[in-house]
């Protein structure tokens, strides 16, 4: 009797120091959006780029990013708790590596700005920047395809890196 007693207090005292680590922890981005926001309108982001399709990728990554994490996207601005507003600034190309100088892979460099509006009031502001490495290539159709992935998967990181910080609630 006095063993299985003791397997009890064992396993017991070995569950809570291991949730006890576990305090105060939660997943980034798991908190509720600022003021309580639930709804937003999310106009399609303004472009200030050459890349013409930039806007529609990035603001279809966000779409994805609220509606996965439950933030209602609606179609009215009247009909939303707040707005969410973007900007692609600037998209810039770099090298990764050479080789007897041919560019074998480019850095596409993306900043956009974010923000979220509630009653006319800005209520949350931030400008990131991220960037994604695509091959390059001999082939202008292949290259653009490869920048267009690019900016999709930058697009995706940026929206989920903007979603976590905005509902951090730290």
Not at 20 to 45: D, T
Not at 48 to 71: D, G
Not at 78 to 84: L, N, S, T
Not at 104 to 122: A, F, P, Q, S, W
């Amino acid at each position: 009797m006095k063993k299985v007693n003791c397997l009890k207090l064992s396993f017991l005292f070995f569950l809570v120091i291991t949730l006890s680590g576990c305090l105060g922890y939660r997943f980034a981005g798991s908190g509720v959006m600022p003021q309580n926001i639930e709804s937003v309108y999310m106009p399609i982001f303004q472009n200030k780029t050459n890349e013409s399709s930039a806007s529609i990728i990035v603001t279809n990554a966000f779409v994805y990013e609220f509606n996965k994490k439950s933030i209602k996207i609606v179609n009215e601005r009247k009909k939303a708790d707040g707005v969410f507003k973007g900007v692609v600034q600037n998209i810039a190309i770099d090298d990764v590596s050479r080789t007897e100088s041919i560019s074998m892979g480019k850095k596409l460099i993306v900043t956009i700005r974010c923000i979220l509006i509630k009653n006319d009031e800005t209520i949350w502001d931030k400008e990131i920047t991220d960037y994604e490495v695509y091959t390059n290539s001999n082939d202008i159709a292949t290259v653009e395809q490869n920048k267009k992935e690019a900016l999709i998967k930058v697009s995706e990181k940026m929206a989920e890196a903007i979603y976590n910080d905005m509902t951090s609630n730290f």
